[in-house]
């Protein structure tokens, strides 16, 4: 039976990138929810996706959509929806709020929990619902956190986990008795290309990475102070190497009904961290000597990422048993200073933004 599968969050990086796979190597009909800005229509940010990854607008089997995830049926009319659930085999929910802000909580909650039970309002009965949440539902999770472990009573480092660890236990609820139906995909700190660096979105650690390469091309002192914890690890996934993971589960029918952390079994120490930085951008970062916050330049740095700080301090150690089934998890994506200066290099020549206006 030919699959058709609607997608949401298309012009986001995970769900761009499945997109462009679903067009180039599968056959099933693919209906994709955008949401228009004032600048472009639903079907115009689209195009620039597809353009992205040199891919025709012209695509016969997919149709876009016009509608917003955070409204009741996602903005689309009864007859609307009523086509869309006509043969509906899967849905791939990748819409979501990554932001940090703590002044965009109610903005957090309508996206990434009420916006996903508007998506559920579109599943039939028999969908399967493809989800991606985040390793970082683990939040302040000292230890191992497996991929069977949801709500362990944990604190959240932002409201960015907590309403994503929100709608994850409530897609198992909507799914509960009918689990072969929801597969879960978790992953961990998105980045570009593992040979190329190649992104088209520059948030998150990008913004902390951007703040010290601007420091480093400064006449400032190169000598600062973060508060980091030498052995706390990061994890960060490259997006064609996390892509390579999501295609895998979603065209292997043995491997759907479960979840997945799919994160870099290889994460990178904030001591390695440090010591990249040091190499390839001339920084002497510190954490024994919290003085030099003081002088102006390295508080306003604090300032600017004070909502990464927290990652300096602690993370989980992810557990990946079923991921580690997977064939495309067996390939190299060691953060090391090779790829830092890959994806430093895409960054400069991209001036810290992408070319065509997806966003």
């Not at 499945?18 to 099933?28: E, G, Q, V, W």
């Not at 689309?76 to 509906?88: A, P, Q």
């Not at 932001?99 to 399967?128: A, H, M």
Request: with cysteine.
């Amino acid at each position: 039976m030919p699959r058709k599968m609607l997608i949401t969050g298309a012009t986001g990086l995970v769900g761009g990138y499945f997109l462009a796979r679903m067009l180039r190597n599968t056959d099933a009909d693919i209906v994709v929810i955008a949401r228009p800005k004032p600048k472009h229509t639903a079907e115009e940010r689209i195009n620039n996706i597809l353009r992205y990854f040199g891919i025709s607008s012209c695509q016969p089997r997919m149709k876009v959509l016009a509608g917003d995830i955070t409204e009741p049926r996602c903005g689309l009319s009864d007859l609307t929806v009523n086509s869309i659930s006509d043969g509906l085999t899967d849905i791939f929910h990748a819409a979501a709020d990554l932001s940090f802000d703590k002044s965009r909580t109610e903005t957090l909650v309508e996206t990434n929990i009420k916006g996903t039970e508007n998506v559920l309002q579109l599943c039939p009965s028999d969908t399967r619902l493809f989800y991606v949440s985040t390793a970082y539902i683990a939040g302040s999770t000292h230890g191992d956190f497996s991929e069977s472990d949801v709500d362990c009573g944990q604190s959240f480092n932002n409201d960015y986990e907590k309403t994503k660890c929100l709608a994850e236990k409530m897609v198992r609820d909507y799914f509960r008795g009918s689990d072969e139906l929801l597969t879960i995909m978790r992953p961990s700190i998105i980045t570009g290309e593992y040979t190329s660096g190649k992104t088209f979105q520059f948030a998150g650690f990008y913004t902390v990475l951007r703040v010290l390469y601007s420091l480093a091309n400064s006449k400032l002192p190169k000598t600062i102070y973060l508060p980091y914890i030498p052995e706390c690890t990061k994890n960060f996934i490259p997006v064609d190497c996390l892509s390579d993971m999501i295609e895998e589960i979603f065209t292997t029918q043995k491997l759907w009904g479960t979840t997945y952390n799919l994160v870099n079994e290889s994460p990178v120490s904030q001591f390695e961290m440090q010591t990249l930085f040091s190499e390839v951008l001339g920084l002497n970062i510190r954490n024994d000597d919290p003085s030099l916050a003081l002088r102006p330049h390295n508080a306003a740095l604090l300032e600017s990422i004070d909502w990464y700080t927290a990652y300096l301090q602690n993370e989980p150690s992810f557990q990946c048993d079923n991921r580690n089934k997977l064939a495309s998890s067996k390939v190299q994506m060691q953060f090391d200073r090779k790829y830092l200066e890959t994806i430093l290099a895409f960054c400069v020549q991209k001036r810290w933004r992408h070319s065509h206006a997806v966003c």
